[in-house]
């Protein structure tokens, strides 16, 4: 059954739950409102929210759950002679049978073993579907009836509603810190795993990075190379450069949309500035591949430079434009926060406008600014596209931008690209760099937070 259904249904539960809440305590109350502790909607809402909790909680675990059910089902349904013994086999059998099922695979050689299961996980699958649609209606029904039940004028609906909202509140709360910190476990103890294979050590200083591991040990690469510098170096030398770019026009632009432009010009010129944040990094990379970086290899040629045809400088210019609404923002607000006083101070001394924005607005507004420079040097160390369309994959060590490099997050994308065996050092090999990555931008952050709390000016 489409899940759609589950969610249509127990929605118009709670409708009905509702109206039907709302409309029990006040023909309790004989229509008057005033006899009645709360607003007739918190005791309808209160009857919803008792049907949609626990519709949704059975929902949600048929979409985490109902498909290792079923899986489960068909492989312990499966004659003994066709059962996998490994893990690896298991899913491969899951896959065919997947497959078959779905309509995506439908050769005449396929096992008739596959096809007898592909016909049982269908069977199978539209009846864990039916069970949770019945499972779902049913809790939902009870929590409305509920609901419905205890819609009395003397019933403190408002105060049991904010409750049950404050409970939903925490539990996504929860959701998002367990979220995260899955996702450092995570990275952890891929990363443990790899460091088992080769030394920290290694890793962190070592200048040869070459991932590609054989399969077996009389192949010629059966051992790579896992010195991770040259990825430091390629990441730092494109941040630079984008800094480059991106901190002294996204500065100067907040201090002229700030200071010197006016309300029309100010309400017509910053939306189009930050269109600039919601282009796709793909489409930045296509521009800095097809345009930013054969101008900078024909411009190199006509002044006797060599310039590869995949470079630090072409990503680094681009990443920088991409980067200039989020240091043009962070600045334009750091600025703002200076009080008008300040500034009509100084110029009631004589000074200057170039003079009161040197003296007076930037070194009050310095830690915001700094603040929205560690960010956006976060933001530069973590893209991923624009570096692999025009900085290449070439892992050299080198500190000349017209060269081919490339950076943490680019081979992260390489080494997880297709279908993978994640009990290589190759493989595990991207998460060790994923958390070397998640604590440097980390850091930043942190770095950046600290500044702005400790350096800030509070005005009256």
């Given at each position: 059954m489409d899940a759609s259904i589950i969610i249509l249904t127990v929605l118009a539960l709670a409708a009905f739950s509702y109206f039907f809440g709302r409309r029990r305590v006040l023909a309790a109350a004989g229509?008057?409102?005033?006899?009645?502790?709360?607003?007739?909607?918190?005791?309808?809402?209160?009857?919803?929210?008792?049907?949609?909790?626990?519709?949704?909680?059975?929902?949600?675990l048929w979409l985490m759950f109902g498909g290792w059910v079923v899986d489960s089902m068909v492989l312990a349904d499966l004659p003994q002679a066709s059962k996998p013994g490994t893990?690896?086999?298991?899913?491969?059998?899951?896959?065919?049978?997947?497959?078959y099922a779905s309509g995506d695979v439908m050769r005449a050689d396929t096992d008739e073993t596959v096809k007898a299961a592909a016909?049982?996980?269908?069977?199978?699958?539209?009846?864990?579907?039916?069970g949770a649609f019945v499972l779902a209606a049913l809790f939902a029904a009870l929590g409305g009836l509920r609901g419905y039940q205890v819609a009395r004028p003397d019933f403190r609906a408002r105060n049991k509603l904010e409750r049950l909202v404050l409970?939903?509140?925490?539990?996504?709360?929860?959701?998002?810190?367990?979220?995260?910190?899955?996702?450092?476990?995570?990275?952890?103890?891929?990363?443990?795993?790899?460091?088992?294979?080769?030394?920290?050590?290694?890793?962190?200083?070592?200048?040869?990075?070459?991932p590609q591991t054989a399969l077996r040990a009389d192949q010629v690469g059966s051992s790579g190379a896992f010195g991770?510098?040259?990825?430091?170096?390629?990441?730092?030398?494109?941040?630079?450069?984008?800094?480059?770019?991106?901190?002294?026009?996204?500065?100067?632009?907040?201090?002229?949309?700030?200071?010197?432009?006016?309300?029309?010009?100010?309400?017509?010129?910053?939306?189009?500035?930050?269109i600039l944040a919601g282009v796709p990094t793909v489409v930045y990379g296509f521009f800095a591949a097809l345009t930013v970086g054969p101008f900078i290899r024909e411009f190199g040629a006509t002044v006797g430079l060599s310039v590869a045809s995949e470079s630090?400088?072409?990503?680094?210019?681009?990443?920088?434009?991409?980067?200039?609404?989020?240091?043009?923002?962070?600045?334009?607000?750091?600025?703002?926060?200076?009080?008008?006083a300040m500034k009509d101070g100084s110029l009631a001394l004589g000074a200057t406008e170039s003079e009161t924005i040197r003296r007076v607005l930037i070194p009050a507004a310095l830690p915001g600014i700094v603040g929205a420079f560690l960010l956006s040097v976060s933001r530069a160390i973590g893209e991923t596209?624009?570096?692999?369309?025009?900085?290449?994959?070439?892992?050299?060590?080198?500190?000349?931008?017209?060269?081919?490099?490339?950076?943490?997050?680019?081979?992260?994308?390489?080494?997880?690209?297709?279908?993978?065996?994640?009990?290589?050092?190759?493989?595990?090999?991207?998460?060790?760099?994923?958390?070397?990555?998640?604590?440097?931008?980390?850091?930043?952050?942190?770095?950046?937070?600290?500044?702005?709390?400790?350096?800030r000016e509070a005005y009256e």
């Open positions: 229509g008057n409102i005033r006899a009645i502790h709360s607003m007739p909607g918190s005791y309808g809402w209160y009857a919803a929210t008792l049907t949609i909790l626990p519709g949704a909680l059975v929902f949600v893990d690896i086999e298991r899913r491969l059998l899951l896959n065919d049978i997947h497959n016909t049982h996980y269908n069977s199978l699958t539209r009846q864990v579907s039916l409970f939903i509140l925490i539990g996504c709360s929860a959701i998002a810190i367990v979220t995260t910190l899955g996702i450092v476990l995570s990275l952890l103890f891929e990363s443990l795993r790899f460091f088992s294979k080769v030394s920290i050590f290694e890793f962190l200083f070592g200048i040869h990075w070459s991770a510098v040259p990825l430091f170096t390629g990441t730092l030398l494109i941040s630079f450069v984008a800094m480059l770019v991106a901190v002294p026009l996204g500065l100067m632009a907040a201090i002229y949309m700030t200071q010197y432009a006016d309300d029309r010009l100010r309400k017509i010129a910053k939306p189009l500035l930050e630090a400088l072409a990503a680094g210019l681009v990443m920088g434009i991409m980067i200039i609404p989020l240091m043009s923002s962070l600045s334009d607000d750091a600025i703002t926060a200076v009080p008008q596209m624009i570096v692999v369309m025009a900085a290449g994959l070439a892992a050299n060590l080198t500190a000349n931008p017209l060269e081919a490099v490339t950076t943490v997050t680019a081979q992260i994308v390489a080494l997880l690209k297709g279908d993978q065996e994640f009990d290589s050092a190759k493989t595990l090999s991207a998460f060790a760099l994923g958390l070397v990555l998640f604590v440097a931008t980390l850091l930043l952050n942190v770095l950046a937070l600290r500044t702005v709390r400790k350096y």
